[in-house]
């Protein structure tokens, strides 16, 4: 209901603006014809040569283009100021020339989630639906409940070790909070209390940016870009790109030419093949994949089981 209330209302000013904007050109083509007919009367009024109340005329049938071109363009001004308003009130933050990607532990041996607690502000229930895998580097996934009670909390005592070279599954039912306990591990989301430590040292304000960098991660709600980037921002490895566009089973779908792929109008099992060999070509210390496997066939779901990870 408060959806069609909305649109309703959309609807009717979206209606208003577009009758005013018509109302608003045929007025002035009424204006610029009622101009001439007045040039002529009062040239016949005045004695005017014809040929003088000609030059206006003509003078003003010139003129009737670009001013109705300017009351045109006033509606997409319009629309120009209330989105620039919109990104204004976002408060994004300063231009950086380049980002920083130092991480905050080179050579780290494990992450540890010290008593997790997380909670959605304004919200009594989280339907983050997301399936499978903190993949490639950590240990054990237990305690990751979530209590979703009048007090809002998704995660509730989390304490989870992640070790070095290790393949986790994360696995609970929908709306168990895997995805809220994704982007913590990935310092998207901070914990509302406990602690996120790389070895010992806790991540805060000041290194969460460079804590992200250890991570490449696949979201259910990803979005997909051509642009192949490789280690630390340089130029991938081709012969990777090529090993893993077979072990993906996109060699025929999709080509790599300038660090660039040739398409992504696919369908989402392939598209989220291809976030994978973008993932896996940036070479960061974890692959984080959510719900990956969940829009593949069977048959590769199967190889993304048994053989890819």
Do not use: C
């Not at 997409?76 to 920083?100: C, D, G, N, R, Y």
């Not at 008593?115 to 997301?130: D, M, T």
């Not at 809002?152 to 070790?163: A, F």
């Amino acid at each position: 209901m408060i959806f069609l209330a909305h649109a309703k209302s959309y609807e009717k000013t979206v209606t208003k603006s577009d009758t005013f904007h018509l109302s608003a050109v045929n007025w002035s083509n009424i204006m610029m014809f009622a101009s001439i007919g007045i040039v002529f009367a009062v040239a016949n009024y005045l004695d005017i040569p014809m040929g003088v109340a000609t030059t206006f005329s003509l003078t003003i049938l010139f003129m009737q283009s670009p001013l109705l071109h300017a009351v045109g363009a006033y509606p997409t001004l319009q629309t120009a100021q209330v989105a620039l308003e919109k990104i204004q009130s976002l408060e994004l933050a300063e231009h950086q020339p380049s980002f920083a990607t130092d991480t905050v532990a080179q050579d780290w041996q494990s992450i540890t989630l010290n008593n997790i607690n997380y909670r959605y502000v304004g919200s009594s229930h989280n339907s983050n639906a997301p399936d499978t895998a903190v993949n490639d580097n950590a240990q054990n996934s237990d305690n990751s409940d979530s209590n979703q009670n009048p007090t809002n909390n998704i995660l509730k005592s989390v304490n989870l070790t992640l070790q070095r070279g290790d393949v986790v599954f994360l696995i609970g039912a929908n709306g168990s909070g895997k995805s809220t306990l994704a982007k913590i591990i990935t310092g998207i989301f901070t914990p509302t209390t406990g602690t996120v430590q790389v070895d010992g040292q806790s991540v805060n304000s000041e290194n969460n940016a460079d804590f992200r960098q250890l991570f490449s991660a696949i979201f259910s709600d990803q979005h997909l870009f051509k642009q192949l980037i490789g280690i630390q921002g340089n130029e991938p490895d081709a012969d990777l790109v090529s090993d893993w566009l077979h072990k993906l089973n996109l060699q025929e779908k999709v080509s790599v030419s300038d660090h660039k792929l040739s398409t992504d109008k696919l369908s989402q099992g392939q598209r989220k093949r291809l976030a994978m060999l973008i993932a896996v070509a940036e070479q960061k210390d974890i692959l984080l994949l959510d719900e990956w496997a969940a829009d593949q066939d069977p048959a590769f779901r199967r190889v993304f089981y048994q053989t890819l990870i």
